[in-house]
């Protein structure tokens, strides 16, 4: 905002993001006088003043009335770099504030979103670099219509972190049960294995949704379907993914 030409007050109100009706107010209270005018009368800013309304504008950025303001530019202990690095120093805490704020409304609208209502903190530790809500808008274009989907959202609104915990357990119990049965060499079609299918499908209906055949199905061709489901489930064994439809497939059909 600085300069070494007078300014008329509309350019200064261009400048520095004011109305010239404030600018007028600024003068008439005293707080931010022009330095001079033109032969027509209209008000001229130079460098000192456009100084003085930099000042200004920082201390009501901050919140300070105009009264205040005012008598802190006036005092003659007044020193504008010091009052520079009272600002900055303030300023830092309000972003600091404001960045606590922003963090609040993202994980309310996660909340909103994926139905769990966690610390950042805590989502880390339950379900470390997968963030559901990378997933929630797109689960919700896919299946916010259905009966499933609304009472997994109800059901999942309510659980705490020690409640995600024991479901992530369980679902990792279940994994390492498949894993085990596919070093030995057994069958994805086979009775074991469609055995933990079922498991699976309990797990699911337990904790979310009636986790019917027909949708268990669908879930399992999902999973080798979408590049990101198979590397996330592969992330507990390679080839896990693929496993897991099969089985879920033949359980499927063994009903």
Same mark, same amino acid.
Not at 67 to 89: F, H, T, V
């Given at each position: 905002? &600085?300069?070494?030409?007078?300014?008329?007050?509309?350019?200064?109100?261009?400048?520095?993001?004011?109305?010239?009706?404030?600018?007028?107010?600024?003068?008439?209270?005293?707080?931010?006088?022009?330095?001079?005018?033109?032969?027509?009368?209209?008000?001229?800013?130079?460098?000192?003043?456009?100084?003085?309304?930099?000042?200004?504008?920082?201390?009501?950025?901050?919140?300070?009335?105009?009264?205040?303001?005012?008598?802190?530019? &006036?005092?003659?202990?007044?020193?504008?770099? =010091?009052?520079?690095?009272?600002?900055?120093?303030?300023?830092?805490?309000? $972003?600091?504030?404001?960045?606590?704020?922003?963090?609040?409304?993202?994980?309310?609208? =996660?909340?909103?979103?994926?139905?769990?209502?966690?610390?950042? &903190?805590?989502?880390?530790?339950?379900?470390?670099?997968?963030?559901?809500?990378?997933?929630?808008?797109?689960?919700?274009?896919?299946?916010?219509?259905?009966?499933?989907?609304?009472?997994?959202?109800?059901?999942?609104?309510?659980?705490?972190? *020690? =409640?995600?915990?024991?479901? *992530?357990?369980?679902?990792?119990?279940?994994? *390492?049960?498949?894993?085990?049965?596919?070093?030995?060499?057994?069958?994805?079609?086979?009775?074991?294995?469609?055995?933990?299918?079922?498991?699976?499908?309990?797990?699911?209906?337990?904790?979310?949704?009636?986790?019917?055949?027909?949708?268990?199905?669908?879930?399992?061709?999902?999973?080798?379907?979408?590049?990101?489901?198979?590397?996330?489930?592969?992330? $507990?064994?390679?080839?896990?993914?693929?496993?897991?439809?099969?089985?879920?497939?033949?359980?499927?059909?063994?009903?």
């Amino acid at each position: 905002m &600085e300069t070494d030409t007078a300014l008329t007050v509309g350019a200064v109100a261009r400048l520095s993001g004011v109305t010239v009706r404030t600018l007028h107010h600024y003068d008439e209270i005293g707080l931010v006088s022009p330095g001079g005018r033109t032969d027509a009368g209209y008000r001229l800013y130079g460098r000192e003043e456009m100084a003085r309304l930099q000042e200004v504008l920082f201390f009501r950025e901050l919140g300070f009335p105009l009264d205040e303001i005012g008598r802190i530019l &006036e005092d003659p202990r007044y020193r504008r770099a =010091d009052a520079l690095r009272r600002q900055r120093d303030l300023l830092e805490r309000k $972003a600091g504030r404001l960045g606590n704020l922003i963090e609040a409304v993202d994980r309310a609208i =996660d909340a909103e979103r994926t139905g769990i209502t966690m610390t950042p &903190e805590d989502m880390l530790e339950v379900f470390g670099d997968f963030d559901p809500a990378d997933y929630a808008e797109e689960a919700h274009e896919r299946w916010g219509g259905t009966e499933a989907y609304a009472e997994s959202m109800r059901r999942t609104a309510s659980y705490t972190k *020690q =409640d995600w915990l024991r479901i *992530q357990e369980e679902a990792n119990d279940i994994n *390492q049960a498949f894993l085990a049965l596919m070093d030995e060499g057994a069958p994805a079609g086979g009775a074991e294995a469609m055995d933990l299918a079922e498991r699976h499908r309990a797990h699911i209906s337990r904790w979310f949704y009636d986790c019917s055949y027909e949708i268990h199905a669908g879930l399992g061709e999902m999973y080798v379907a979408d590049p990101r489901f198979t590397a996330n489930i592969d992330r $507990a064994g390679a080839g896990l993914a693929e496993y897991l439809s099969r089985a879920i497939a033949a359980n499927s059909i063994r009903v």
